[in-house]
Every structure is written in structure tokens, then in C-alpha cells.
């Protein structure tokens, strides 16, 4: 697992998100304990979600139908 620098957001079901712009990267980190690694993701959908009202609700409407993923943990 990279080493990606990650930051707590406001959320009922996301704990904290990491971006590695050099491999276009978002790591998520949910609640549960669950990681996953979105690939693909630029450096403007990267900041349009941490500053989105709802982290959760972005990353469901434009994160994840988008771009492939791999569980991390």
C-alpha cells in the first residue's frame, strides 16, 4: 500500500480521503475500516469532493461510477 497522506472529512460514511496526484490517485477510507484506491481521478475531482457539502453523495454520484477501483484493506 502507497503511502498517501490522508485527511479527516465530514461524513456519516467517510472517515478520511488521500490523493497522489503523480499516479492519479484517491484513496477513501470508509467508517467501517474499508480502503480503496480510485485510479484515474484528477487533481479537480480530488478537490470538487473534499469540498463538496456531501462527501459521501459525490463520491457515489461521480467517484464511483466513473473510475475503476481496488480494496486497499
Known sequence: MSNIEMQSVSSSN???????????????????????????VSQAQFDALVSSPSVGQYLNMVIKPQFEYVQVV
Do not use: C, E, K, P
Open 14 to 40: 467517510v472517515d478520511s480521503v488521500g490523493y497522489d496526484a503523480d499516479n492519479l490517485t484517491l484513496r477513501v477510507q470508509f467508517h467501517g475500516g474499508g480502503v480503496y484506491d480510485y485510479i484515474g
